[in-house]
């Protein structure tokens, strides 16, 4: 009989050469679908962005159908998740710009939420995910911050990335409250999940993903 050390050597292996293989585990929760209302007013700060990013807010995605979920999407998700989260340092928009609610793409290496949001969504659409079904949202945190996130929709739920974890998480088990998020017809139109008054999105996380 083998002995549980070996065991455990044989199994760590196992997992190292599935790794290297290109093999990844699918995602353990499934996730349900989010359910949209109707068109709400867009944040101030993607409005803005919209401005000098016109070409970025006037798309209307031929596909409206979910991304297939696979090991390859898992794959993509989990890695731009952490790569992202570790390539940009978290940093207010006040202490950026001197004023709050700029939305940006971190090319200089610092940002706050939805410049991760933002970058993200860069990297999974030139991965060939469409903008369909990678829609920057707007929540609010347990402490009442407001914050945002990335959708991904997918065949098997709505799966969200944030810079706040590593994880990629079903949406509904973020603890957040989901208020609202883009249209997945028109990359410059926004739709409601919750009625929301307006807030701010400036949650920035720690280096070491505490709250």
């Known amino acids: 009989m083998v002995s549980s050390p070996v065991l455990q050597k044989l199994r760590n292996g196992a997992v190292v050469a599935l790794a290297l293989s290109g093999w990844w ?11 949209t209302g109707g068109l709400t007013s867009q944040p101030i700060g993607h409005y ?42 978290p940093m207010s928009d006040l202490d950026i710009y001197g004023k ?7 090319d200089k290496g610092v940002g706050d939420c939805e410049d991760y949001v933002l970058e993200k969504r860069r990297r999974l ?4 995910i469409s903008l369909a079904n990678l ?10 911050e407001g914050h945002a996130v990335l959708t991904v929709r997918t065949s ?16 509904d088990q973020t603890g957040y ?8 017809d028109n990359t410059g139109r926004w739709v409601s999940i919750r009625d929301s008054q307006q807030i701010l999105v ?3 996380r720690s280096t070491t993903l505490s709250r």
């Not at 098997?156 to 949406?171: A, E, H, I, M, T």
């Open 202 to 204: 400036g949650a920035v």
């Open 156 to 171: 098997k739920g709505d799966y969200v990335l944030d810079n706040l974890s590593d994880q990629v998480r079903p949406w």
């Open 135 to 144: 829609l920057i949202t707007v929540v609010r945190k347990p402490d009442g």
């Open 48 to 89: 803005d962005f919209c401005r000098t990013h016109k070409g970025e807010c006037s798309i209307r995605p031929a596909d409206l159908n979910p991304a297939t979920m696979n090991a390859s999407l898992w794959q993509q998700l989990t890695t731009v998740t952490t790569a992202v989260n570790a390539a940009v340092e």
């Open 177 to 184: 409250r989901f208020l609202k998020r883009q249209a997945i």
């Open 100 to 106: 709050d609610e700029v939305w940006a793409y971190p």
């Open 25 to 35: 585990a699918a995602p353990a929760v499934a996730a349900s679908a989010m359910t």
């Open 125 to 128: 659409n030139q991965l060939g």
